[in-house]
């Protein structure tokens, strides 16, 4: 059976918008060029590194593993997990008669090295976060993937709407860096981060390096930031939330809708415009209605990651 042949079991059950069922693990285009195989197409076997608590928050975690290869096994490999795809977990817990299956999203891969890592959410009283809550470094775990429909082509320069709901900006992030780190990729991004405040803000340190570039900007929409002018609205104008906030970052005190939207549209002449968006389902549904619109796109335009 070809490795990256799915059934009924690889299926995690809860209603993923990219199900593995329709996005099998895909044949890297990359190894095929470099005559090399990518492990994780099946359940390949990964050692954690390590289990950090992220941004002082004991549920949050970012795991960090790298690929174990067999002993009689040729180093004739890379790990491919593209930008904006994720990859399934499996692991057999006590008390489940089932192995358990959760997709997890990559921030951060390395082709040669064969490592990755996934900033996790733990959901209180989840199976699966429980399970990583309390992994110690150089346990192994099962991978497999990548599994996801989003291609991004550099040839064809577009202005690119990223918007991610709090933990669900990890996996935007090496879709920024894709773009960003190619000098002759002319697409330009509007990279909106939706969460309650700023305490709940990750990764700030890494879009301020993504400022840096001619091609991106970012904006942070807080809902329930407080805010000491007393306003019931307000932006990076506001002396008081000025203070709080980093070095030429933006942000506005309010929900994103189709009219805040609208004002980020990019004015530069590009070849059409997509909308990805990273969240859970009900955040999905609703950023993409208000996209289409703020944008007036078609539902090709619109990935769902
Ligand atoms: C494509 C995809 C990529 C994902 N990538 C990541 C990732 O990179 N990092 C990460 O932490 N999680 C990610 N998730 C969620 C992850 O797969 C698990 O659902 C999560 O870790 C909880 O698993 P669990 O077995 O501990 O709890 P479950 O038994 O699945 O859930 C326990 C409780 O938490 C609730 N819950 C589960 N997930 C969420 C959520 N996201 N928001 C609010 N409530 C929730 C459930 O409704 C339930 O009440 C992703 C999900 C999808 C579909």
Known sequence: MPENEVDETDCCGNGCTNCILDNPPK????????????????????KMLSNVVHNGDEQLRLLHFVYVASDDEENDSILDIPPGH???LRAELAGHAAPLLR?????????????FKILVKLQPGGP????????EPLQVLNFRGPIGNYVHDSSSPKSIYIIAQGVAIAPTLPIVAQVLDNEDDMSCIRHLMCVKDLQHVYFRGR?????KYWNYRSCLYLAHQKCGCGAATCDELCVHLKKELRYNERARRLRLDAMQLAAQKISSNQNGSIVIIAGNSTFQRS??????????LSDENIYLL
């Open 86 to 88: 994720h990859v399934m």
């Open 128 to 135: 699966m976060s429980d399970y990583l809550a309390a992994l």
């Open 207 to 211: 879009l301020l390096e993504f400022a």
């Open 27 to 46: 044949l890297s285009q990359q190894a095929l060029l470099a005559g090399k195989r990518n492990v994780i197409l099946s359940y390949a076997r990964f």
């Open 287 to 296: 950023i993409r209605e208000q996209a289409i619109i703020a944008f007036k």
């Open 103 to 115: 997709p997890y999203s990559p921030y951060w891969t390395d082709f040669v090295a064969k490592e």
